[in-house]
Nanobody, 117 residues
Framework: QVQVVESGGGLVQPGGSLRLSCAVSLLTFSQYAMNWYRQAPGKERELVATITNTGSTNYADSVKGRFTISKDNYKKSVYLEMNSLKPEDTAVYYC???????????WGQGTQVTVSS
């Protein structure tokens, strides 16, 4: 059974920083695109950042210039560095591993990020 485990969430003041980590128990981790999603109370889950199997990255407009996604294939881990945090970044952040051929997707349980003074 594939395990996807997020860590690093917490309470931070506006303007602060957090680094989320996600460890994945996939033998073929390097073949997956890795995504960070978030879901705020009463809102739809939204895609925040993606890093492809080749290392290309993409970000939601709301986090461009503030968040950075990276991965370590050796450690089978993906990270989300979050800077200049705003109250509207408050959400549960989910790590997702996905590939198309064969079609596979795996989710973590989520980690809470709260930005508040």
């Amino acid at each position: 059974q594939v395990q996807v485990v997020e860590s690093g969430g917490g309470l931070v003041q506006p303007g602060g920083s957090l680094r989320l980590s996600c460890a994945v128990s996939l033998l073929t981790f390097s073949q997956y695109a890795m995504n960070w999603y978030r879901q705020a109370p009463g809102k739809e889950r939204e895609l925040v950042a993606t890093i492809t199997n080749t290392g290309s990255t993409n970000y939601a407009d709301s986090v461009k210039g503030r968040f950075t996604i990276s991965k370590d294939n050796y450690k089978k881990s993906v990270y989300l560095e979050m800077n200049s945090l705003k109250p509207e970044d408050t959400a549960v952040y989910y790590c997702n591993a996905a590939r198309i051929d064969p079609l596979r997707t795996y989710w973590g349980q989520g980690t809470q990020v709260t930005v508040s003074s």
